[in-house]
C-alpha cells in the first residue's frame, strides 16, 4: 500500500486542521493506520492509532480530548482531526500502516506515507 499525507499548514493556536492520509494499490481498512509526529531533536512518536478489523481507536494523553483519529472506506481514507491546537504540536506528522495495530516502535512500522508540516504559531 502507498500512503499519502497531506492537510499540513501553519494555525494560530487554538485552531484547527485535518490530516488526510490517503492509500492507493490496497485498501485501508485490511490495516491498522496511525499517524506519527516528529520535532525538530526529537524522536517520532506514535500519537494515534485506528485498528484493523473493528477500527478501535487509541490515543496518546498529550492529544487526548484533542485530536480524532477517523476512517473514510468510500474514500479510502484515514483522517486526524486536530482541534485546539498548541505550539507544542508543531512538527512533522507522518502517517503509517501496519497489518493489525501501530507499533509504538517506528522502526517496526511497515508503510509510511510522506510527512506534512503543521506549524501551531501566532
Known amino acids: 500500500v502507498q500512503l499519502q499525507a497531506s492537510g499540513g499548514g501553519l494555525v494560530q493556536p487554538g485552531g484547527s486542521l485535518r490530516l488526510s492520509c490517503g492509500a492507493s494499490?490496497?485498501?485501508?481498512?485490511?490495516?491498522?493506520v496511525g499517524w506519527f509526529r516528529q520535532a525538530p531533536g526529537r524522536r517520532r512518536e506514535r500519537i494515534s492509532c485506528i485498528a484493523s478489523g473493528d477500527r478501535s481507536t487509541y490515543s496518546t494523553d498529550s492529544v487526548k480530548g484533542r485530536f480524532t483519529i477517523s476512517s473514510d472506506n468510500a474514500k479510502n481514507t484515514v483522517y486526524l482531526q486536530m482541534n485546539s491546537l498548541e505550539p507544542e504540536d508543531t512538527a512533522v506528522y507522518y502517517c503509517?500502516?501496519?497489518?493489525?495495530?501501530?507499533?509504538?516502535?517506528?522502526?517496526?512500522?511497515?508503510?509510511w506515507g510522506q510527512g506534512t508540516q503543521v506549524t501551531v504559531s501566532s
Open positions: 503509517a500502516a501496519n497489518s493489525i495495530w501501530c507499533p509504538a516502535n517506528e522502526k517496526l512500522v511497515d508503510h
Open positions: 494499490g490496497d485498501t485501508l481498512d485490511d490495516y491498522a
